[in-house]
């Protein structure tokens, strides 16, 4: 399973705790976790400094905590555990999956499954609510969109339209043509 995965596991970029002006990265590779710095100062005893590197493969990274206070320190508890289980062979495949390929999964889930996954990160949680996932869950329900559904949809959004009932829905679809007027006669 681990052969397919991207030479590259995982990958942060980020400037350290104020007042700190640093640059950092974090690079964890199918076998090394590689952190980089660069001092960035005004001051004269700094300046010369050059950039700086780690390397650990996973097994010795697991046992640094030096390495890993600083990496805790700059990216957080929450990206320290991440790389940890990257090092332990713990992969998360579902975060690998693009966002088009979970949208299209999640379409097919029922209303409570998607309000919980919503609950469980922030990327399920942007997706949940994603205009894309509504207007599909719209598709699934209606035999077919029209022009004036669409048009309706790009004002009060397709997660709203889809839990609008159908008398609701007719009524705001006839209340915007009346607002439009009546339709124009073609002159030939």
């Given at each position: 399973?681990?052969?397919w995965?991207?030479?590259?596991?995982?990958?942060?970029?980020?400037?350290?705790?104020?007042p700190?002006?640093?640059?950092?990265?974090?690079?964890?590779?199918?076998?090394?976790?590689?952190?980089?710095?660069?001092?960035?100062?005004?001051?004269?005893?700094?300046?010369?400094?050059?950039?700086?590197?780690?390397?650990?493969?996973?097994?010795?990274?697991?046992?640094?905590?030096?390495?890993?206070?600083?990496?805790?320190?700059?990216?957080?508890?929450?990206?320290?555990?991440?790389?940890?289980?990257?090092?332990?062979?713990?992969?998360?495949?579902?975060?690998?999956?693009?966002?088009?390929?979970?949208?299209?999964?999640?379409?097919?889930?029922?209303?409570?499954?998607?309000?919980?996954?919503?609950?469980?990160?922030?990327?399920?949680?942007?997706?949940?609510?994603?205009?894309?996932?509504?207007?599909e869950?719209?598709?699934?329900?209606?035999?077919?969109?029209?022009?004036?559904?669409?048009?309706?949809?790009?004002?009060?959004?397709?997660?709203?339209?889809?839990?609008?009932?159908?008398?609701?829905?007719?009524?705001?679809?006839?209340?915007?043509?009346?607002?439009?007027?009546?339709?124009?006669?073609?002159?030939?």
């Amino acid at each position: 399973m681990a052969s397919w995965l991207p030479e590259t596991l995982f990958e942060i970029v980020g400037q350290g705790p104020a007042p700190s002006k640093d640059y950092y990265q974090l690079l964890v590779t199918r076998s090394q976790v590689i952190f980089r710095w660069w001092k960035i100062s005004l001051r004269s005893k700094y300046r010369s400094t050059k950039p700086g590197e780690a390397k650990e493969n996973h097994e010795n990274f697991l046992e640094n905590s030096h390495l890993q206070v600083q990496i805790a320190l700059i990216f957080g508890a929450r990206i320290l555990d991440y790389v940890f289980n990257l090092c332990e062979g713990k992969f998360d495949f579902l975060e690998r999956l693009s966002d088009r390929l979970l949208l299209n999964i999640i379409s097919y889930l029922d209303l409570e499954d998607i309000a919980r996954l919503s609950q469980t990160s922030h990327r399920f949680e942007k997706l949940c609510s994603s205009e894309a996932l509504w207007e599909e869950r719209v598709r699934l329900v209606c035999d077919a969109i029209t022009p004036d559904m669409r048009a309706l949809a790009s004002e009060i959004g397709w997660r709203r339209l889809f839990f609008t009932n159908k008398l609701q829905l007719q009524r705001q679809l006839r209340k915007r043509r009346q607002k439009q007027g009546p339709p124009r006669k073609k002159l030939y």
